[in-house]
Antibody, heavy 119, light 110 residues
Framework: QVQLVESGGGVVQPGRSLRLSCVASGLSFSRYPIHWVRQAPGKGLEWVAVYSYGRGYKHYADSVKGRFTISSDNSKNTMYLQMGGLRTEDTAVYYC????????????WGQGALVTVSS | QSVLTQPPSVSAAPGQKVTISCSGSGSNIGNNFVSWYQQLPGTAPRLLIYDNNKRPSGIPDRFSGSKSGTSATLGITGLQTGDEADYYCGTWDGSLSVGVFGGGTTLTVL
């Protein structure tokens, strides 16, 4: 049974940093790209970043490039999203998702982690 | 402003059919596969359609997908009140090397 569980969300002041974790069970990060997708309150889905450990690539949305870093610890089956220079517009629920089919076919989603950036 | 364009809302009566469009460009929909997601209030999105027109296990055949050129369409037949949700299209943009979503369409079953 595949399960993705995010943690690390919370309230943080603008300009500060926060690290989200995504623990996976029932899947191997080396086989599937893992993405982060966010959703601001009352808004639509926004793609944030992807890490394919097996193929060795990382990509980021322009809105987070240079501020966010995606990484993984395969020994812990955990994916991380290190978020720096946080802005109020980064306030959102962040989902960790598995790309199961080509071109962003996401079959498993975590429950989401709420990040609130506010002074 | 989303890269993919969807109508903000659609509505239809129970039992009827509705279609939701998703318009993009050659660098995204035109050259990649499209997925569709359903998001019920307060829940994470659920994959409805992948690879333009395939349904994951457990998704009823009332849901269908198609793609032509730089546009894709989600069709829902036999509408039920439980289908009231937000629907999103998504794909990869090869020129930008980013994932892209539509702005979402709210379905109301009158």
């Amino acid at each position: 049974q595949v399960q993705l569980v995010e943690s690390g969300g919370g309230v943080v002041q603008p300009g500060r940093s926060l690290r989200l974790s995504c623990v996976a069970s029932g899947l191997s990060f080396s086989r599937y790209p893992i993405h982060w997708v966010r959703q601001a309150p009352g808004k639509g889905l926004e793609w944030v970043a992807v890490y394919s450990y097996g193929r060795g690539y990382k990509h980021y949305a322009d809105s987070v490039k240079g501020r966010f870093t995606i990484s993984s610890d395969n020994s812990k089956n955990t994916m991380y999203l290190q978020m720096g220079g946080l802005r109020t517009e980064d306030t959102a629920v962040y989902y960790c998702v598995r790309e199961w089919s080509r071109d962003c076919g996401f079959d498993y989603w975590g429950q989401g982690a709420l990040v609130t950036v506010s002074s | 402003q989303s890269v993919l364009t969807q109508p903000p809302s659609v509505s239809a009566a129970p039992g009827q059919k509705v279609t939701i469009s998703c318009s993009g460009s050659g660098s995204n929909i035109g050259n990649n596969f499209v997925s569709w997601y359903q998001q019920l209030p307060g829940t994470a999105p659920r994959l409805l359609i992948y690879d333009n027109n395939k349904r994951p296990s457990g998704i009823p055949d009332r849901f269908s997908g198609s793609k032509s050129g730089t546009s894709a369409t989600l069709g829902i037949t036999g509408l039920q009140t439980g289908d009231e949700a937000d629907y999103y299209c998504g794909t990869w943009d090869g020129s930008l090397s980013v994932g892209v979503f539509g702005g979402g369409t709210t379905l109301t079953v009158l």
